[in-house]
């Protein structure tokens, strides 16, 4: 029985540990003062929908900063990577009509990183 216990709070732990992996809402922010850290969100995309936009804005005063789309087939569909000391601005905007049904994924990655980011994500049901 006591060995039961200790697996069962291995494996919990072991799943709090993992990678920080959240639901992608449709509009997010982040604000990095010397951050560093790696973010991977999720949204879904459904039979339903038609059309899938994504828009990245960032910009940062240094460091380094990596954005990555990726759809439900594993393509990669968008981002950029901004490094610098001095300052750097990025923009993408893609729309996929018929895009891939299934779980997109939206990699954010900082490393001493201070500026903005903002990801929109837009799902619609009619082209």
């Known amino acids: 029985?006591?060995?039961?216990?200790?697996i069962l709070l291995l494996l919990?732990?072991?799943?709090?540990?993992?990678?920080?992996?959240?639901?992608?809402?449709?509009?997010?922010t982040f604000r990095l003062n010397n951050s560093t850290f790696t973010e991977v969100f999720?949204?879904?995309?459904?039979?339903?929908?038609?059309?899938?936009?994504h828009q990245i804005k960032g910009q940062i005063d240094r460091g380094y900063l990596s954005i990555k789309i990726t759809d439900a087939k594993g393509h990669k569909t968008g981002g950029f990577t901004l490094k610098s000391q001095q300052g750097a601005r990025g923009t993408a905007e893609d729309v996929y009509s018929d895009p891939a049904k299934g779980r997109w994924k939206v990699k954010v990655v900082a490393k001493e990183?201070?500026?903005?980011l903002r990801i929109g994500i837009k799902l619609d049901e009619e082209l």
Not at 12 to 28: C, F, H, I, K, V
Not at 113 to 116: C, I, L, M, P
């Open 42 to 53: 999720y949204f879904k995309v459904e039979p339903s929908h038609q059309l899938v936009t």
């Open 12 to 28: 919990l732990t072991w799943g709090n540990a993992q990678a920080q992996e959240s639901r992608m809402p449709a509009d997010t």
């Open 1 to 6: 029985m006591k060995s039961i216990k200790i």
């Open 113 to 116: 990183a201070t500026g903005k």
